[in-house]
């Protein structure tokens, strides 16, 4: 009599190369029925290709897929749809000008003598949406819903399809801390229906609180796997990046200098409202100091950084750069003359995703002698010397070094890339906004060192985060914003995470505006 397998997936010896790379090299994972599995990893260990390979995204050189033991053939996403394999991306598959319900049933349309039955599909979707916690609005279009619904979207297809085995890639990257903690919970109670789920992620902390076991792969290799409640977050930062990682910002207390960036009276209009989603902004940042902006997403700190990089014109207001007002000042006016800007949006407004990383690296320098010559045509060599000590120095890991079209890198080293980009341009003002979304603990320490070389380099920085523990770590002073203002101004020594948590939901807020 044959033993049924307590595994519900199999991934056996997976071996996957790419052009100048072994993404997976001889990789077993087992995930048990009705577990929460963890995989751990730097930027580029091989996570999310493994994924796709059991998605059927791509096609393993070697090795073996048993589900519930049995051997299977997964060729394209279809077979893993079939085998009730379903996978959130890290960057989601959504038709952005469909409803929500449309992208749900997408592929899998109720249909009766040819015509669409959206009826059904519907109780059906609010029926799962109400089952698990789910609550999105089924007629809503994708382009107007925050990230949080986005991802309840994706979550919802997998359900709909009856999916036993969950896939999420990195699933917290692009949330809020509320969304983080609902999203876990989701997750708890998606493993407890019986379904079994992995969970790609390289935050220590959520692994930790909703992970049963947990795999580490480092630079394509199997390290080992875990039981969570049996280890520490400095045991498995060490197996992730073959180091131990100091969790705390090392700096020395800041002198600041003369004043760099001035904001007085910043009013930014919204595009979602008729209110403006910055009001009467003003601070002041001084060379040689961090200052965070702190706040829950979506309280103005997008716009904000907005108006100060060029990307939308500030209503009222001024804003000062070195003494000098640019108010009304081009992007890369703003540029030459000392901003650079580590934006929220990698992929909208970091990146060139199809141009090779070498153009990506000189985006906003490319018109410089050094990298043109006088009839305007590019310098090639001059160009790839520059691109390589870049990928060197900040340790970007691509397949095919400075060659490699940035679209095909993992998102971490994308965003590495980017900051290399930005910090190498010697700004006299550094804008971080999310500087560490999607970074693992190796990466975002030395993220975090950059930003405090910067500022004891006489730069001044100015910090957006959502990331409460960087919040309290990094800066030197914290403004926090709260519905398009600023209510407070908070010495990261003296301030508590809860007296922070109260600026920020809109229950305290200084008498004197900062």
């Known amino acids: 009599m044959r033993l049924e397998s307590p595994y519900a997936i199999e991934m056996l010896h997976i071996t996957k190369r790419f052009p100048g790379i072994i993404a997976n090299d001889d990789i077993t994972l087992q995930l048990k029925k009705g577990e929460i599995h963890a995989l751990l990893g730097e930027n580029g260990a091989g996570k999310s290709t493994l994924m796709s390979v059991l998605f059927g995204l791509y096609q393993a050189e070697e090795g073996t897929i048993k589900k519930d033991g049995k051997e299977v053939q997964i060729k394209d996403p279809n077979d893993a749809n079939d085998l009730g394999i379903g996978m959130v991306h890290q960057h989601f598959k959504l038709v952005e000008c469909f409803t929500v319900l449309d992208n749900i049933i997408l ?17 059906k979707v609010l029926a799962l949406s109400e089952k698990y916690g789910l609550q999105v609005n089924p007629d809503a279009l994708i382009e107007d819903i925050s990230v949080g619904m986005q991802q309840r ?275 006299d003002l550094l804008i971080a906004v999310q500087p560490t979304r999607g970074l693992d603990v190796g990466a975002i320490e030395f993220v975090h060192s950059q930003l405090v070389a910067q500022r004891d380099a006489g730069k001044a920085v100015l910090l957006v985060s959502l990331e409460l523990d960087e919040v309290m770590d990094v800066p030197d002073r914290i403004l926090v914003m709260y519905e398009g203002e600023i209510v407070g101004e908070l010495d990261p020594k003296k301030t508590t995470q809860e007296e922070l948590g109260l600026y920020m939901a809109g229950a305290k807020r200084d008498e004197v505006k900062a």
């Open 153 to 427: 979207t994706e979550i919802l297809k997998m359900l709909y399809r009856d999916n036993e085995i969950l896939i999420f890639d990195e699933p917290t990257a692009v949330l809020t801390p509320q969304e983080i903690e609902e999203l876990m919970q989701i997750m708890k109670n998606l493993a407890a229906e019986g379904k079994s789920i992995l969970f790609i992620s390289h935050k220590l902390a959520e692994i930790m609180a909703v992970a049963d076991r947990c795999t580490v792969l480092r630079k394509g290799k199997y390290i080992g796997t875990v039981n969570t409640k049996d280890v520490t977050m400095e045991r498995l930062s060490a197996m992730m990046v073959g180091r131990n990682v100091n969790f705390h910002v090392e700096k020395k207390p800041s002198v600041p200098g003369d004043v760099i960036l001035e904001v007085k009276d910043l009013s930014v209009a919204s595009k979602v409202h008729k209110n403006d989603a910055v009001r009467n902004v003003s601070f002041k940042v001084r060379a040689g100091e961090i200052v965070c902006i702190a706040g829950i997403d979506g309280n103005g700190q997008t716009e904000l950084v907005y108006g100060l990089t060029g990307l939308e014109p500030a209503k009222t207001g001024q804003i000062f750069m070195n003494g000098n007002d640019i108010t009304h000042a081009s992007i890369r006016t703003r540029s030459v003359d000392g901003m650079s800007h580590i934006p929220e949006d990698r992929h909208k407004h970091g990146l060139v995703l199809d141009y090779p990383l070498e153009y990506n690296m000189i985006l906003q320098r490319y018109f410089e002698p050094e990298f043109t010559d006088k009839a305007g045509f590019l310098k090639r060599k001059p160009i790839r010397e520059y691109s390589d000590r870049l990928i060197e120095q900040y340790d970007v890991r691509s397949g095919q070094g400075s060659i490699t079209a940035a679209r095909a890198m993992s998102g971490g080293n994308q965003q590495k890339a980017i900051i290399a980009r930005e910090i190498d341009k010697n700004p």
């Open 107 to 123: 592929g899998v349309e109720p249909t009766r003598k040819g015509f669409l039955q959206k009826k059904e599909a519907r109780e």
